[in-house]
């Protein structure tokens, strides 16, 4: 074989190679995940197995277009800037058709604003932020999990009834906890105008000072406390609060404090009689909810948390998306979640066209102990639809897509 005839027999081989792995690389559809997983394990490890178990049922019924789902996870460290860097590799290096994830309303936000810029479809699942569907709404992005306006308004519905006039606030110093005072502020004073903010504590993500901040607000002598904490704050908070006699007489009102993952750390000293937002996922009769229940516990050996139902909800609604485009293109898939409806453990959703929030509603109600474990008794579930604002204010406050 001459020097020229080897060269084209290596040509013909690295074509035929190159072929086959452009073929393979299109066998399944690629989505990239992007999440906090190191810095919020709580929520997230919960939240991972959820969108495992919806990825394995898809595929074991066939995919979706005929294709195999392949997520692509990456950690963003709760970092923005880190979250946009993984986006980016997701896309050049893995060749993801899409994206879905984010915890942090920060994080949240720095992918919303990179979906716009690359016009790449995105799914907010988790972060709160209400800017998401709001100030920086655009085309591409769409969001599952209520966000802190509705979170609040389920509150606000029980907080008013207490007819409590002197008020304690306490939250996290960053997107989500200012937006949550902000919309306990405005509502309340809207329900109830005499209402009074005694004492305000502002702490940064995850570095309480509990003893501090517990102390503070038990010298404001409030009538009642409005928490949006979570996670390691939230532990140190109670058991601090615990320890001073700070929810003695006092009613509180808090965002997340019913999901099992901030509840379970706590055990015994889990509060008792806060009014809440959470996942009783152990009292809930809907037969696809036990459905969903049955099979993570068969899956995993462990019960579901609130993370589990985002994230598995989350991968079932971009099956959905997927199926209703009959495409992976950014601008099919846009236009087929507006007005999505998907079929959920929790019941029916539809993604809004107005501003592409999901109706996933909320659970509220109250905190007890079962057997040396916080629980939620006495809740509701509030419909995610009846937690919007009219269509007229959401149209000021977001822009044109």
């Known amino acids: 074989m001459t020097i020229?005839?080897?060269?084209?027999?290596?040509?013909?081989?690295?074509?035929?190679?190159?072929?086959?792995?452009?073929?393979?690389?299109?066998?399944?559809?690629?989505?990239?995940?992007?999440?906090?997983?190191k810095a919020q394990p709580a929520f997230l490890e919960p939240y991972r197995l959820g969108w495992e178990m919806a990825l394995d049922e898809i595929n074991a019924n066939g995919g979706v277009l005929g294709k195999k789902l392949e997520v692509i996870a990456r950690d963003d460290n709760g970092n923005p800037g880190d979250a946009v860097r993984v986006a980016e590799e997701l896309l050049k290096r893995e060749q993801v058709s899409l994206l879905f994830g984010g915890f942090l309303s920060n994080t949240g936000l720095a992918l919303t604003d990179y979906a716009k810029q690359r016009k790449v479809f995105f799914l907010a699942a988790e972060p709160l932020t209400d800017k998401i569907v709001w100030a920086n709404g655009n085309k591409y992005t769409y969001r599952l999990r209520p966000s802190t306006y509705m979170l609040v308004a389920s509150l606000v519905k029980e907080a008013v009834k207490l007819k409590k006039k002197r008020w304690a606030i306490v939250y996290p110093n960053y997107e989500y906890g200012q937006s949550a005072v902000a919309t306990f502020k405005s509502l309340m004073k809207q329900a109830q105008?005499?209402?009074?903010?005694?004492?305000?504590q502002a702490p940064p993500l995850g570095k309480i000072d509990a003893g501090a901040v517990v102390q503070a607000l038990a010298d404001a002598k409030p009538d009642a406390i409005f928490n949006a904490l979570f996670a390691t704050d939230l532990a140190k908070f109670v058991r601090d609060g615990n320890t001073r006699g700070l929810f003695e007489g006092r009613e509180v009102v808090s965002l997340l404090s019913g999901e099992p993952e901030y509840l379970d750390p706590l055990r015994g000293e889990a509060p008792v009689n806060w009014i809440v937002t959470g996942y009783p996922w152990y009292a809930?009769?809907?037969?696809q909810?036990?459905?969903?229940?049955?099979?993570?516990r068969?899956?995993?050996?462990?019960?579901p948390r609130n993370g589990s139902l985002v994230g598995y909800t989350a991968l079932v609604s971009i099956a959905a998306g997927?199926?209703?485009?009959?495409?992976?293109?950014?601008?099919?898939?846009?236009?087929?979640?507006?007005?999505?409806?998907?079929e959920t453990p929790v019941g029916p959703i539809v993604y809004r066209s107005q501003d592409h929030q999901s109706t996933l509603g909320v659970f509220v109600g109250?905190?007890?102990l079962k057997e040396g474990k916080g629980i939620m008794t006495?809740?509701?579930?509030?419909?995610?639809?009846s937690l919007q604002l009219p269509d007229a204010e959401v149209k000021k406050l977001r822009p044109a897509d």
Request: hydrophobic share 40%.
């Open 366 to 368: 109250r905190t007890g």
């Open 193 to 200: 105008p005499d209402i009074e903010f005694v004492a305000e």
């Open 322 to 342: 997927l199926k209703k485009a009959g495409s992976v293109d950014a601008d099919k898939l846009a236009q087929a979640f507006s007005g999505l409806k998907v």
């Open 289 to 296: 909810h036990q459905k969903f229940v049955d099979a993570y």
């Open 378 to 385: 006495s809740f509701t579930y509030v419909d995610g639809a």
């Open 4 to 37: 020229v005839q080897r060269s084209l027999l290596c040509l013909s081989f690295a074509a035929t190679m190159l072929a086959t792995g452009g073929a393979l690389a299109q066998a399944t559809i690629k989505i990239g995940e992007i999440n906090s997983y």
């Open 284 to 287: 809930l009769t809907l037969p």
């Open 298 to 303: 068969k899956k995993y050996n462990e019960y």
